[in-house]
DNA sequence: AACAAGATTCCCT
DNA sequence: GGGAATCTTGTTC
């Protein structure tokens, strides 16, 4: 299948399908926005993404079938929104694969473009690399402290993501490495290269300074 | 009913 | 690099 045919598809065709790990890879560099109460559209290029891959994984929240109201959202049908929230934070994830299979991908980093004044206000002043380099900060920066998306289906919410090829950004290189914030006592899950990040690009969660690449590692 | 463990972030040292 | 903040689920007493 040619990539570029991915234009005219929506969200449904796009989230299934297809492996969610090799979905997750395709989202890097295509642009991510959420337009606000205000009508103020605020987003980035996607930098960082995780993918879950269901049941079968160890570090999902539906490991093993588990199924309750906060992660109801990994087993409707991809496309759908799925918003989690712990220690005050929020993780905006988007469901793939077909109903009742309850994999996902997390939004981990984005590279700020629009609204970036008004998602700086949202963080409390914070600036550069520190506005969006991470699942929490992306969605307080978008202004986000509920749930209330949780369950949409993404073309009836404010957040979109433009799979349009001509409007994406072309990393030089995307490296997988291992997810963050998983220490399970499997190794074969905790160690599995399911992060997708745009090399040497600053908003990378996590990415040091001595790594960044010319022009934030874009071709 | 109490408690530990998370797909984290921030503010120290 | 370590600890606190702080919400929800699942486990155990």
Redesign the pocket.
């Known amino acids: 299948m040619v990539e570029n045919t991915f234009k005219d598809m929506n969200y449904s065709e796009y989230f299934t399908n297809r492996p969610t790990d090799q979905i997750t890879r395709d989202l890097i560099g295509r642009p991510l926005t959420f337009t606000n109460q205000n009508n103020q559209v605020l987003g980035g290029y996607i930098v960082e993404a995780?993918a879950?891959m269901g049941r079968k994984d160890r570090?999902?929240?539906?490991y093993g079938g588990?199924?309750?109201?906060?992660?109801e959202g990994?087993y409707r049908p991809g496309g759908t929104i799925?918003i989690?929230?712990?220690?005050?934070?929020f993780?905006f994830?988007v469901a793939c694969q077909e109903e009742n299979e309850p994999q996902?991908v997390?939004i981990r980093a984005i590279e700020p473009v629009w609204g970036i004044e008004q998602m700086i206000k949202n963080?409390s002043g914070?600036d550069g690399v520190?506005l969006t380099n991470?699942?929490?900060?992306?969605m307080?920066a978008f202004g986000i402290h509920s749930r209330n998306w949780d369950l949409h289906p993404l073309e009836e919410s404010p957040f979109s993501i433009d799979l349009d090829d001509n409007k994406r950004k072309i990393p030089r290189e995307i490296i997988a490495t291992p997810?963050?914030?998983?220490?399970?006592s499997d190794p074969y899950w905790a160690e599995k290269k399911l992060r997708y990040i745009v090399s040497g690009n600053p908003y990378v969660?996590g990415m040091k300074k001595h790594n960044y690449a010319n022009n934030n590692g874009w071709t």
Do not use: V
């Open positions: 995780e879950y570090a999902a929240h539906s588990r199924r309750s109201p906060a992660n990994l799925y989690y929230s712990q220690r005050q934070y993780f994830d996902g997390l963080r914070k520190l991470g699942p929490g900060k992306m307080q997810r963050i914030g998983i220490n399970q969660s």
